[in-house]
């Protein structure tokens, strides 16, 4: 099994709806999540981190966190399809390292 | 802004050659990362190196070298280059090696081996 879990996709959601993407990790004691956007022909650049239980909102942005399920999922609200990109969530492990282990990522597409 | 800059962004090889791809952050950043990505695998870490001169492998490191002599600086080595390694790489850099830090990548080299 592979450390971190994302549906693959593509998610093809309508413009100005909720696209929700999903994590899965296996390692119980992970430390620190983290969404990567990547454009298509571009580098990943992080858009949200999240460290502790709950919710976490940046504007249209909100990353939810669930240790004792080991989700972790990105809900993007009023979508556009500027937001249509590949999704990768990664996380660090437990024992102090800091090298994130990154997901296979989900390709989003947002239809006017 | 952190700026991470990869040499090429893209390079055509023949299999067997030895083939340097190169890194440069300016930020003063103590980590450096090569990953390849590869559709539908995703990210995958080759080496990164945590200070001048050191270096640890990471999942996938067989076929590979990196070279790190300077804080601003690291390569990655080729030695004989097959056609498996045609694939995007990107280098990434980190401040300080915390749990929660994020990583800033550079714009990906494109290699090809033929």
């Known amino acids: 099994q592979k450390e971190v879990e994302q549906n693959s996709g593509p998610l093809s959601v309508p413009e100005g709806a909720i696209a929700s993407l999903n994590c899965t990790y296996s390692?119980?004691?992970?430390?620190?999540f983290f969404w990567y956007r990547q454009y298509s022909g571009k580098s990943p650049e992080l858009i949200m981190s999240?460290?502790?239980?709950g919710d976490k909102e940046d504007g249209r942005f909100t990353a939810q966190l669930n240790k004792a399920s080991q989700y972790v999922s990105l809900l993007i609200r009023d979508s556009q399809p500027s937001d249509s990109a590949t999704y990768l969530c990664?996380?660090?492990?437990?024992?102090?390292?800091?090298?994130?282990?990154f997901g296979r990522g989900t390709s989003l597409i947002v239809h006017p | 802004d952190v700026k991470v800059t990869q040499s090429s962004r893209y390079l055509v090889k023949r299999t067997g050659e030895k083939v340097f791809l190169e890194c440069v952050q300016d930020?003063?950043?103590?980590?450096m990362f090569w990953y390849r990505q590869d559709p539908g695998l995703g990210l995958r870490l080759i080496y990164f190196?945590?200070?001048?001169?050191?270096?640890e492998k990471g999942d996938i490191p067989e076929g590979y070298s990196v070279s790190r002599e300077k804080k601003e600086r690291f390569s990655l080595i080729l030695e004989s280059a097959s056609t498996n390694q045609t694939s995007m790489y990107l280098c990434a850099s980190s401040l300080y090696g915390a749990t929660n830090e994020k990583l800033f990548f550079g714009s990906g080299t494109q290699l090809s081996v033929l």
């Open positions: 930020m003063d950043h103590e980590n």
């Open positions: 990664a996380r660090t492990p437990s024992g102090g390292s800091y090298i994130p282990t």
């Open positions: 999240i460290y502790s239980n």
């Open positions: 190196s945590y200070d001048v001169k050191m270096k």
């Open positions: 390692d119980r004691g992970s430390q620190s």
